[in-house]
């Protein structure tokens, strides 16, 4: 059986205790512990851990524990757990690139199952929490119409992820890699969106983005 190699780091003992008891018998081997956010970015440059399971508000910020470490081992899956299930931080942690959001009252039974999905390449969200994440994507649809030429069709709530991160600057592999899909379907929606905007290319959509942003 292939070992996993997973870094915790939270300042609760009785937390790092659970996660250990939960991956006993696992393939998931706990490589390091520490207690805060610092110790957990010098810790992960150092062993490379497959996945990276951090409390949000351990000392030093979880989240920006969760910044530098993608940045710097961007194969490193980013899995936030946490007793918060406060929108700002659940949509902070999304955008510092975390795969999974677990609460720390999450059935322990649960977690290896979860972590094996993220290796595959899910997002690990609660149920309670999805519906939030939906919300907001649909809130960002409503609120960002771009007036095709001739009334033709809108972009979907995908193409328009898909086109804001293209205008961001992100390649093909990086937009995969963040909306957790593979980069034939990035492709697939790049097309389209071409084709829905009515231009020639990539940067002739980013351009259109940009007039309507402005």
């Not at 519906?131 to 972009?155: K, Q």
């Amino acid at each position: 059986m292939t070992h996993h190699k997973i870094l915790i780091a939270d300042d609760h003992p009785a937390t790092r205790a659970g996660v250990r008891a939960a991956l006993e018998g696992s393939k998931f081997t706990i490589c390091a512990e520490e207690a805060d956010a610092m110790s957990a970015i010098d810790a992960a440059l150092e062993v490379n851990p497959d996945i990276c399971l951090l409390d949000i508000h351990m000392p030093g910020n979880g989240i920006v524990a969760a910044k530098e470490i993608r940045s710097a081992l961007p194969r490193c899956a980013i899995v936030m757990l946490t007793v918060s299930g406060n929108d700002d931080d659940l949509f902070a942690a999304l955008r510092a690139g975390a795969q999974g959001y677990l609460l720390k009252d999450t059935d322990p039974a649960r977690l290896p199952h979860a972590l094996d999905g993220i290796l595959a390449g899910e997002a690990a969200l609660p149920r309670t929490l999805v519906a939030r994440v939906l919300e907001e994507f649909r809130g960002r649809a409503s609120r960002r119409r771009l007036p095709i030429r001739h009334g033709g069709p809108e972009l979907t709530p995908r193409e328009w992820e898909v086109l804001e991160l293209m205008g961001e600057g992100f390649s093909t592999a990086e937009i995969a890699e963040r909306l957790f899909i593979s980069a034939v379907t990035v492709r697939t929606h790049v097309a389209a969106i071409l084709r829905k905007l009515q231009v020639a290319d990539r940067k002739a959509a980013i351009s259109l983005l940009q007039h309507v942003a402005d």
